[in-house]
């Protein structure tokens, strides 16, 4: 069974860090392309950070120069490093696999984790 299991968040207070890691199992994690959402109270899902089978990454404006996604196949785990954290990076955060390139590139899920809180207040 597919699954991705997210931890890390907590409470914050602004210009602080985190670091999500999300858990995976069930599938071959170093040939899926893996990706970071959020979703913000009465907001929609925010595409946030994705990396592909090779390391290539890619960002959300919003969090440009803030956060770093990173994998380590070895441990079938994805992280978002999270720096210089704001008031509106309060979210629940999920991490999703994506089977296809052409799905990554178009910035489509295949499964979701759970999610895990992350707020950032003083």
């Known amino acids: 069974q597919e699954q991705l299991v997210e931890s890390g968040g907590g409470l914050v207070q602004p210009g602080g860090s985190l670091r999500l890691s999300c858990i995976t199992s069930g599938f071959t994690f170093s040939t899926h392309y893996m990706n970071w959402i959020r979703q913000a109270p009465g907001k929609g899902p925010e595409w946030i950070s994705s990396?592909?089978?090779?390391?290539?990454?890619k960002y959300a404006d919003s969090v440009t120069g803030r956060f770093t996604i990173s994998r380590d196949n070895a441990k079938n785990t994805l992280y978002l490093q999270m720096n210089n954290l704001k008031p509106e990076d309060t979210a629940q955060y999920y991490c999703a696999l994506t089977r296809s390139y052409r799905d990554w590139v178009l910035n489509k899920y295949d499964l979701w984790g759970q999610g895990t809180q992350v707020t950032v207040s003083s």
């Open positions: 990396m592909d089978t090779v390391g290539n990454s």
